[in-house]
């Protein structure tokens, strides 16, 4: 189980960045208790991926609303084609 900061984790390992810093590029060193080390380079984060552009909720439902009408007036045709199809040939047929 991995250890990080004295605390053993399942999984992960958490690491506080300071205020000044949550926006620069970071460098992590890590090591293990055979003296072997590892780097990883964080790139720095601009403020727009801290807050990505989201779409308008009601836009969004305002469109499945009108997908779905279209969807279910589609299916409504169809429904009535085939009625007219099968039933209504069916009955005229059958007076000849």
């Known amino acids: 189980m991995p250890e990080c900061f004295k605390i053993k984790s399942p999984s992960a390992c958490y690491l506080p960045v300071p205020e000044d810093h949550k926006l620069a590029e970071l460098n992590i060193v890590g090591t293990n208790i055979w003296g072997g080390t590892s ?3 964080l790139p720095e984060i601009t403020p727009e991926m801290l807050n990505p552009a989201v779409p308008d909720p009601i836009d969004f439902i305002f469109n499945l609303t009108m997908f779905d009408f279209v969807l279910i007036l589609l299916v409504f045709m169809l429904i009535t ?6 039933v209504f040939r069916w009955y005229f047929f059958n007076k000849i």
């Open 39 to 41: 780097t990883e380079t």
């Open 81 to 86: 084609y085939i009625i007219y199809r099968i």
